[in-house]
């Protein structure tokens, strides 16, 4: 059974690798014994990256490279095939949200600013297409490869004071279950593109909604806790394994898949 899972030898290049989600994924598929290609848009955070990365072995690089210019992203892709001969795995890590497109909780939509919605649809939605059109064209000539994309709990149901983020993740599970059909039909069953859908954890980029100064929860946090029948926040860790499943042949059928990592948010209905 534990072949199904094997993951090792092949070459995955990891968005957003300087993130605490890029970074906890890219030590997780080294672990298991997966070349990593971190790719970030900041060389420090990569330099730290790759030095923590290395630890673990020594098939690891780190590349600059921008989401958001699509150039950019084939010109590393070119890069990697050259260096590894293949990219068999892709994880969009990159995006997530920002401040200013958060509403706080004394604004309503028609107080949010047009740039923060722009910069947050953009980063998420082309910050996720761009890298799976750019490395995805190099697993259509090899006839196999994983993407997987990252969704969010946003995207289920309506959550507040954050429309933008909200939009963007429903747009990455669009593309991701278009893509997953336009490769299959098109280059073969080798070809799989998935998404995980992360349930509450807490980060730098969610703390100050999530947890008082004090370190208490705050009152969107205890509602998060009630609608989780888990009674808890996950762990970055927690997300691991299902990426490494989706890349791994025990996934060989499984392509278009929105696959939440929740503690059971989404199955709950509050009653």
Same mark, same amino acid.
């Given at each position: 059974?534990?072949?199904?899972?094997?993951?090792?030898?092949?070459?995955?290049?990891?968005?957003?690798?300087?993130?605490?989600?890029?970074?906890?994924?890219?030590?997780?598929?080294?672990?298991?014994?997966?070349?990593?290609?971190?790719?970030?848009?900041?060389?420090?955070?990569?330099?730290?990256?790759?030095?923590?990365?290395?630890?673990?072995?020594?098939?690891?690089?780190?590349?600059?490279?921008?989401?958001?210019?699509?150039?950019?992203?084939?010109?590393?892709?070119?890069?990697?095939?050259?260096?590894?001969?293949?990219?068999?795995?892709?994880?969009?890590?990159?995006?997530?949200?920002?401040?200013?497109?958060?509403?706080?909780?004394?604004?309503?939509?028609?107080?949010?600013?047009?740039?923060?919605?722009?910069?947050?649809?953009?980063?998420?939605?082309?910050?996720?297409?761009?890298?799976?059109?750019?490395?995805?064209?190099?697993?259509?000539?090899?006839?196999? =490869?994983?993407? +997987?994309?990252?969704?969010?709990? !946003? *995207?289920?149901? &309506?959550?507040?004071?954050?429309? %933008?983020?909200? @939009?963007?993740?429903? =747009?990455?599970? +669009?593309?991701?279950?278009?893509? !997953? *059909?336009?490769? &299959?039909?098109?280059?073969?069953? %080798?070809?799989? @593109?998935?998404?995980?859908?992360?349930?509450?954890?807490?980060?730098?980029?969610?703390?100050?909604?999530?947890?008082?100064?004090?370190?208490?929860?705050?009152?969107?946090?205890?509602?998060?806790?009630?609608?989780?029948?888990?009674?808890?926040?996950?762990?970055?860790?927690?997300?691991?394994?299902?990426?490494?499943?989706?890349?791994?042949?025990?996934?060989?059928?499984?392509?278009?898949?929105?696959?939440?990592?929740?503690?059971?948010?989404?199955?709950?209905?509050?009653?």
């Amino acid at each position: 059974m534990t072949s199904l899972f094997d993951i090792s030898g092949k070459v995955a290049v990891i968005t957003g690798a300087g993130g605490v989600l890029g970074g906890s994924i890219a030590a997780s598929l080294m672990k298991a014994g997966a070349k990593v290609v971190a790719m970030d848009i900041r060389q420090e955070n990569l330099d730290t990256r790759v030095a923590e990365l290395k630890q673990i072995h020594k098939d690891v690089t780190g590349m600059v490279g921008d989401v958001l210019d699509i150039d950019n992203l084939k010109e590393v892709a070119r890069k990697i095939k050259a260096h590894w001969g293949s990219v068999d795995i892709l994880v969009n890590c990159a995006g997530g949200n920002i401040p200013g497109a958060t509403l706080r909780e004394d604004q309503n939509v028609f107080d949010m600013k047009i740039e923060d919605w722009e910069k947050v649809t953009n980063l998420n939605i082309n910050g996720t297409v761009y890298p799976c059109l750019a490395f995805g064209e190099l697993m259509a000539e090899q006839g196999s =490869g994983s993407i +997987i994309n990252v969704s969010s709990m !946003a *995207t289920y149901s &309506a959550i507040t004071r954050v429309p %933008g983020y909200s @939009v963007a993740k429903t =747009g990455i599970n +669009i593309f991701t279950q278009w893509l !997953a *059909t336009e490769m &299959a039909q098109k280059f073969g069953e %080798g070809v799989r @593109v998935n998404a995980i859908a992360p349930g509450f954890f807490i980060g730098d980029q969610n703390r100050a909604v999530l947890i008082n100064p004090d370190g208490s929860y705050t009152d969107r946090s205890l509602k998060v806790i009630q609608k989780t029948p888990m009674k808890r926040f996950g762990d970055i860790s927690e997300l691991n394994g299902t990426v490494q499943f989706l890349c791994s042949a025990a996934a060989s059928f499984i392509t278009g898949v929105i696959l939440p990592v929740d503690g059971g948010f989404t199955a709950f209905s509050g009653v």
